[in-house]
Structure formats: C-alpha cells, structure tokens
DNA sequence: CTGTTAGCGCTTTCAT
DNA sequence: ATGAAAGCGCTAACAG
C-alpha cells in the first residue's frame, strides 16, 4: 500500500494525497476529507525511507558509548534520546566496547546511513577517533562528544573539567583533616578523562605541599574487583593512608567492600570517595562521597549543541562544565 | 558524491559500480580496480537510504523500553544491541516513560521507519499494547516482547516465569527457618510481571499452610525512597515480620537501609529479597539475596526468537525462562 | 485547488 | 562483461 494505492481509491492525484499526509494548505476540506477516509480506512502509513530519499534525512541521531550498561553512560543516551524524542528524531544506539574494529563498523554504517548528527559518549574516543577511517567516516557529519574532544574538524564538544572534579574531591579530604600526605589516589580507567582525573589528584596534592604526588596514584582494574584487589597494595603503605580517591564509584565501592572485610571502618579510619554520583553512591554503606559530573546537563548541552550544529546555527562549540563535590557518609 | 559522479570520474555506468561496491562477479579486475580507485579517492560511502528505499529495509531493529536507566533494561538493549550489531542491523532505543502517548508516538515512528524487527521489554508493554492505535502501528512487524505477552497477532514472547521466581524466593525463606506466616511480600509495581510476582507470592505461602497470604502483601513505589517509606508500615505488623520478599532489588535495598536506620538486623532479624539479581544487589550490604530472572539469556532469545520470525522461519513462537535464586547475606 | 512531472540514489532486470 | 532503463515511494516545483 502507497500515496499511488491511496491517490487512485481516493480519485485524486499522489500530489494531493502528499499535501494531506502533510498537513499543507490549499487543499479543500472536501477533498482533504475523502483522502483521510481512505487513508484512515487502510491506516496507511507512508514510508519513511522513500521520504528521507527525498528529504536527505531520516532524522536520525547515533549515539556511539562503550556500554550502555554503565549507569553514567544509559543516563547519558537516556537524556539524548528523549531530548531528540522530543524534536521527532529517533536515536541509534551503538555499544563499541572500545573496540577499535567495532568503532570502525558503526563509523562506516553511520556514515551510511546518513544519520544527522552523532553524539560520541566518553572519551575514549579521544582515541579512538585518532584512527584515520574512523574519522573519514565521521568527517562532516555533525559530531558533539560528551566528555571528550576529538580531532575531527568542526567537531563540539561538552567537556567536563576532570581535572577540577578530582582536586575537589583532594582538598575536601583535606578540609576534613585527613593527613595530606596521605591521600591516595586509586585509577582504574586509562582514557582522558581518567589521566585528567589523576592529574587534578596529583595537581591539587602538590600545590598544598606533598612532594611526589604522583607515587601516591594506584592503579586496579575497573569494578568492584578492582576496587577490592587494590586494597592489598594500598595498605602495605606506611603510614596507613588517610583517605582513597577513587575515579570511578564502582571501583570506590569494591575499595569500601575490601576494607570492611579487613575491618578497617570507613570513613573512621580510612575516608573514601568515589566518581560519577551514580546511583550506585547510594547503594552502598557508607553512602560514598562523590564528585558529581553532571551527566545530565553534559547530555542537555550535548543536544543543544549537535541541534544547533544541525540547524547551522553556531551559538558555541564548546562547553565546559564543572563538577561538584557531593559528600556522603565515606568521607 | 553519488553512484553517478562515481560512473562518471571511472567512465563505466553506474550499473558497473553498483556491482562493484556490492562484490558481485561479472565485472574484470580491471575495470574493478579502475572504480574502486575511484571510490578510494573520494572515501566514497553508498547512500543506505537510497538502498532501503529498493530492499525496503535499512535493516534496523527498534527496542521499546520504559526507560533504558534501569539497568534490568539496559543489560537488555546491550544484550540486543550487540547481538544485531553483529548480524548487521543498527538499533533504534525507544524511552516510551511507560506513558501510553509516548508508545503511541514511537509505535507510529517505527511503523513509518518500515523496521525489520521490534523487540518490546518488559511487561509494561502488555497493557500498552491493548491500545488500538498502538496495536495497529505495530501489527504486521515482526515483534518479540521480552517478559511479556502483547495481544497482537504474530508476536512472539520470550516469558519469564515469575510467577516461580517469587515463589523461589519464599520457599528459600522457609527453608531457612524463617516463621512461615511472618513472611510479607512488598510489591512496587503494577505491570503484568509484578502481579505474576505476588500471586507467586501468595500461592507459595497457601501452599504451606498459611491463610490471607494476600493480606500479607504490603504496597510502595519503587526505588530506595519507596522501600525505605515501606518498612514502617511494615513493622506494624505484630508479631514482627521474618521475611521481606521484594518485587525489585532496589526496593529491596531499600528496605534494607529503612531497616538499618531503626537498628534492625539484616539478616539475622529480618531476611530481605530481591529480584532480577541486578549489580546493585552486590552494592549492599549485606549483599541482597535476589531472583535471577536471566536478563541476558531472555534478551538472547529475543534475538534468536526476532531473527527467525524476520527470516520466516518459525522455529518456536514462545518460550518460558525458569528464574533462579541467588542467595547472598541478606538472608 | 489539483495534477503532471522530474528527481532523490540506488538495485536490478534485460539487452547487447 | 557492461550498459540502458525501469522503478522503489515520496516530495516539490511547475502548470493549469
């Protein structure tokens, strides 16, 4: 069933049947109604694919993250796909598992499919965009990263400033008289944001007098594992360290679980804080200190920024947004 | 950059580089080599929209979720995502909030879009799908619902016995020597998969011998504010409840910080369950007992169940997930 | 106000 | 092995 199945039963040409499947004027009421009655009676639809052939667009979005099971990551393609929802635009959801090969093969089907606009989620495509087929496919079309900044021209970005974000986390462990030099910090990712992160740690640890701060950076694996293994190594330092800034909250919370199992009470005896301001951070206990990256208003400026770049409207190109410390029960 | 500017730089038709850019035989390794030249020189990527529009399919499958935050549904999509990534399909995520406008909106989106396969998750859908508007956008298409039975011909489901499930988690309770008649069920929610929950609930317990079993059914809203709201209803009861089963994990957690805060132990004064067995019952603590409802298996029969119904051949049209129980601290 | 016609970019017979 | 031409279903001038 086509407009040609509708325009014949209807005794009216395809043009018109156009004109009332899209609502335009200059069709009389008469008309219009014997078109709906047909259109109603086989609840027709017309088809989107021969449409975006001709419109140049099936508006679509595509957003590239490394799993969507990760709660920062599903908040973040949650608020794009409603927010593009809203403009009638649907969302293409692509899970990369940072692959550099599974990158490459959405890059190519996006390219393909002539989406609108492409948000990438997380900065390991700082990376991975190095790549040159993944940024041929990627050229031109109009590409914001949340979290992250690429090298491909006229590429936004909304960036938060993880540097910032982790010396807040240093200097409230301070504020709240923990040993300065004996704040640790414990990494278990190794993308941009992740090295911003241990260098805002390292940064802030020096500026308030603690020499070789870089030592005091411990290095696990991502997770609840990660967090628990790396307790091991953190408390052969002597003295016991004050307080574990983690950079991630999965992680902070593997940290709090390996400590309570050696009976080391936190925050009493050893503060914890961890990254996101996941749901996660309120699972546990002690509910866990965590610098909240905004992972709502980064998607929020991510759409207003790809729908400007759309729309050829450049307000800006780029954003930064500062994290903030919310404090719980670990620290 | 179309096929024709293509044709054009190569002097060959565009019928030549249509074979080419397809791997069909029938044309000379030197004519091959003289277009793909070409197609190298521009990074020349063929129009899929173009290409829908003749296989009528841009081989695309839309996944309808209440809300792809909850990560239940997030293991979901990933789970589908992947699997169709790998056969070559994108993936439309679809947020419908469970409001009957919002599936209606997308259910339209989706009929237009001329998709291949739609997957609906989780028994929200049971009662969306009694709309006539949504039913009618939907039928024809080839549609799995994951957890739930939709009354739209030809669609097919991936069940999950939870009806069993709680049952599971009762049983447990008993066995462990928890007072029978002390057991409660806190429900949270009100799709066709929680009310399966409580009846399993209820049937379990009349089954051992306790009467009213329904009137031990206690309600909240879901999340940690409804769990936690729940306990003081709860402990009204008197004598004071053995066991709380949960619809939810985090209602169950819920509950469990409702608990701690009035200085009750889990478990060694009340027992506490959960259910889908979710990253967040390892969060806790203790860690929340929880029924595994098999997310990843169910979504990979909705795969399996969607790629046979898309390619016609009907293997089975319905299958039943039998949950297990995972048991943790707390209980 | 309505119809005719020319594409949109590609695949696919059917000739040659 | 290659090319010409029809058509996928729709929109958008352009006529009338």
Redesign the interface.
């Given at each position: 069933m086509n407009i040609y199945d509708i325009a014949e039963e209807a005794k009216v040409s395809i043009s018109t049947v156009s004109r009332v499947l899209n609502n335009k004027d200059r069709v009389t009421d008469e008309t219009r109604g014997k078109i709906q009655a047909v259109l109603d009676k086989y609840?027709y639809?017309?088809?989107?694919?021969?449409r975006?052939?001709v419109a140049?667009t099936?508006k679509?979005i595509?957003i590239l993250s490394v799993?969507?099971?990760v709660?920062h990551y599903?908040?973040t393609?949650?608020t794009i796909?409603?927010e593009f929802?809203k403009r009638?635009y649907?969302?293409?959801?692509?899970?990369t598992g940072g692959e550099l090969e599974?990158t490459r093969?959405?890059a190519?089907?996006i390219?393909?499919?002539?989406v609108d606009g492409v948000v990438l989620v997380g900065s390991v495509f700082n990376d991975l965009c190095g790549d040159t087929e993944v940024s041929?496919?990627l050229r031109g079309l109009p590409l914001v990263t949340a979290n992250g900044q690429v090298d491909i021209p006229n590429a936004y970005s909304v960036l938060i400033d993880d540097y910032a974000g982790a010396e807040l986390a240093v200097k409230h462990m301070a504020a709240r008289g923990r040993q300065r030099d004996g704040i640790v910090y414990l990494k278990d990712l190794n993308t941009g944001s992740a090295k911003m992160k241990w260098n805002g740690f390292a940064g802030a640890l020096e500026r308030m007098g603690v020499d070789n701060a870089k030592d005091r950076v411990f290095s696990t694996s991502y997770g609840?594992e990660g967090g628990a293994a790396a307790v091991n190594e953190i408390l052969r330092l002597n003295p016991r360290p004050s307080a574990i800034v983690c950079g991630e909250d999965l992680t902070a919370?593997g940290v709090m679980?390996g400590l309570?199992a050696r009976g080391i009470r936190v925050p009493d005896d050893i503060a914890v804080s961890g990254y996101n301001n996941s749901e996660?951070s309120?699972?546990?206990?002690p509910e866990l200190t965590s610098v909240d990256n905004k992972g709502e208003m980064c998607a929020l400026l991510c759409v207003q920024l790809l729908e400007s770049r759309i729309n050829g409207s450049n307000a800006f190109s780029s954003v930064t947004i500062k994290p903030e410390l919310v404090v719980r029960g670990s620290s």
């Open positions: 609840n639809t017309p088809n989107a694919i021969a975006g052939l140049k099936m679509t595509a799993d969507i099971r709660p599903s908040r393609a949650f796909e409603r929802s009638s649907n969302v293409i959801v692509c899970n599974e093969r959405y190519r089907a390219a393909h499919r002539q041929a496919a609840l919370i679980k309570a996660y309120l699972l546990c206990s």
